[in-house]
C-alpha cells in the first residue's frame, strides 16, 4: 500500500515540476539560456491566486487571472532581462536572472509581508478515494488533471498549429527558420508567455496545496526545475517530461529509504549528479 | 577599533575566496555554481580539529587538503560534463554537501558547530594571518598565470577543443585548475571558521555560491586585480548597508543584474574602456 500511495505522491509531485520545467525549457530551447528568475513567476502565481480567490471567492477566475498575469510579466522579462542579453556569453545572462530572482523574493516580501498568505477559505477540500484505502483531495485531482491538460494542450499546439511549427522550426536552426519567414521574436514571445503561465498555474496549485505563499517558495523548485531540466537533455520538452516525473517519484521514495543520511533537495541532486556521470547529454537529448 | 579589524578580516577571507574560484572559472573558464562547498569542506575540517586542540595554522593544511580531495573528483566529473551541464553538476555539489551535513551529528547537523577556539594570536593576528595568506596565493595565481599552465587554461576557457588539437592535455589542466581553486578555498573556509567562530549548513549554500561567483564576474571574468577590488567592495557592501537593511538583498540583486546588464565584461573591463578612452585623446 505505501508502495502505491509513494508513487501516486511522487507522481503529482512530478506534474507540478513538469508544469514548472516547461517554461525553463522551452526558454533554454530558444535562447541558450539557464532561466532562474522562472521561479520568481511562479511564486508570483501563488500570490496572484491567493489575493484573487481571496478577494472574489470564485478559484477558476483566481487561476486564469494568474496564468495571464504571469505570462505577461513572463513576456516582459524576455524583454527586460534576456533581450539585451542575447550576444553576450550564456553566463552573464545567467547571473543577471539570478539578481533579478533575488531582487524579486525581496520584492514579494516587501509587497506581500514576510509571513505569507493564506486562502480564508481554501476552495476544493473534499475527497476521493481513488483506490481502496487511498484517497486524495480534489486539489491533488486537479493538478494531476491540469497538468496532463495544459502539457497535451501545449503538444497539440506545438504539432498541429503553424506558430508551433515555426517554434519547433527555430529551436532547431533560428537563422533558417528566420530566412523561411518565421518571425523569431513572435515565438519568442509566445513561448515566455506560455511557459510563464504553466508556472504561474503550478504556483497557483501548490499555494493551494500548501494552504500558504511565502516570498521564497519558488527557490527550491527553481533550484529542482534546473536540474530537471538538465536531466532531460536541455531543451528537450519529452525529456523534461520524463524528468519530473521520475523525479518526483525517486523524491518520494528517497525521503523514505535514505531520509536518514540525505534532506530532499540533495536526493534530487545526487540522482542527478549519478545520471549525468553516465549521460553527460541527459536522458533524452535531442541529436 | 575591534570593529574595523573585523570587516577587514572579512574582506581578506572574501579575496582568498574569489580569487580560489577565478582560477576554476576564470582562467579555466569551467563555471562553478557550487564552491561555496569547498569554503565549507574547509571550514568543516579546520574547525574540528581546531576543537580537538590542533593548532590553527597546522588545521590549513588539511583544511585546504580534504578540499582539494572533493575538488578533484568534481573536477573529473568536470570531464564528463559541459557548460550548462557542468553549471548544473556544481550546482548539485553544494545541495549535496549542505543536505550530507544536515543529516551527520559529527557535524552537528542542522545546528552547525559552536564554540570553535579563538586564534591562539588574537584578532589582529588572524587578521595578519588572512592577509598572509591571501598575498601567498595571490603570488601563486599570478605565477600560474604567467605560466605556461596560464597559457594553456586560457586556451581551455577560450575554446576547448582547439585547445585538444593543439596538443593540450585539457584533463590535466582542468584538473588542476579545480585543485589550486577548491584548496583555496578550502583554505578561505579554515579561515572563515576561525573569524566567524560558528559554521552550521546554511553558511555554504547555494546564495553563497553565487555570491562568489557575482564577485568573480563583476571584477571581470579572469582578471586577478578586479576581482580583488570587486570581493573587497562586495564584502563590504552589506555594512554600507546597515541603513538600509531592509531592501538589502532587494539592492543586492537589481545591482547584480544591473551589473550584467550595463557593464558585462566587469570592473576590469570598465577600467580598460576608461584608459582606452584617454589614451585616445592624447
Known sequence: ?287 | MAYEIVVLTNMAISILFALSLNVITGFCGQVSLGHAAFLGIGAYTSAILSKAGVPLVVTFIPAMGMAALVGLVVGVASLRVRHDFLAITTMGVVFLFTGIVRKQDILGGEIGIAGIPAPEFGRIGLLVTALLCVLAYLLFVIRIRKSWAGFAFDSIAEDEDTARLLGIHVPRFKLFAFLVGTAGAGLAGALYAHQIRFIGPDSFGFVESISVLAMVIIGGIGSIWGVILSAALLSALPQFFQIIDDFKLLVYGLLLFGAMRFAPDGIDGLLKRLFRRAGGTR
Not at chain 1, 57 to 65: D, K, Y
Not at chain 1, 140 to 147: E, F, G, K
Not at chain 1, 176 to 184: F, K, P, Q, R, Y
Open chain 1, 1 to 287: 500500500m505505501l508502495l502505491i500511495d509513494l508513487c501516486i505522491q511522487g507522481l503529482i509531485q512530478g506534474a507540478i515540476y513538469a508544469l514548472i520545467a516547461l517554461g525553463l525549457t522551452l526558454v533554454y530551447g530558444l535562447l541558450r539560456i539557464l532561466h532562474v528568475a522562472h521561479a520568481a513567476l511562479f511564486t508570483l502565481g501563488g500570490y496572484v491566486g491567493v489575493v484573487v480567490t481571496n478577494g472574489s471567492g470564485s478559484f477558476l477566475l483566481a487561476l486564469l487571472t494568474a496564468m495571464l498575469i504571469v505570462g505577461c510579466v513572463g513576456m516582459a522579462s524576455y524583454r527586460v532581462i534576456y533581450k539585451p542579453l542575447l550576444m553576450r556569453p550564456p553566463l552573464i545572462a545567467l547571473i543577471a536572472s539570478i539578481g533579478v530572482f533575488i531582487a524579486s523574493e525581496e520584492l514579494f516580501r516587501l509587497v506581500f509581508g514576510a509571513y505569507g498568505l493564506s486562502y480564508t477559505n481554501p476552495p476544493l477540500k473534499g475527497q476521493v478515494e481513488i483506490l481502496p484505502g487511498i484517497s486524495l483531495s480534489h486539489a491533488r485531482i486537479l493538478v494531476v488533471v491540469l497538468a496532463v491538460g495544459l502539457l497535451s494542450g501545449m503538444g497539440w499546439l506545438a504539432v498541429h498549429t503553424r506558430i508551433g511549427i515555426a517554434a519547433r522550426a527555430t529551436v532547431v536552426d533560428p537563422a533558417m527558420a528566420a530566412s523561411s519567414g518565421v518571425n523569431v521574436e513572435t515565438i519568442r514571445y509566445a513561448s515566455f508567455f506560455i511557459g510563464s503561465a504553466f508556472a504561474g498555474a503550478a504556483g497557483v496549485m501548490v499555494s493551494l496545496l500548501n494552504n500558504l505563499v511565502e516570498p521564497t517558495m519558488g527557490a527550491v523548485p527553481s533550484y529542482k526545475a534546473l536540474a530537471i531540466i538538465v536531466l532531460g537533455g536541455l531543451g528537450s520538452v519529452r525529456g523534461a517530461l520524463v524528468a519530473s516525473l521520475a523525479l518526483g517519484v525517486i523524491e518520494a521514495f528517497g525521503t523514505i529509504y535514505v531520509g536518514h543520511i540525505l534532506d530532499r533537495d540533495s536526493i534530487a541532486f545526487a540522482f542527478l549528479i549519478m545520471i549525468l556521470m553516465v549521460r553527460p547529454q541527459g536522458l533524452l537529448a535531442r541529436g
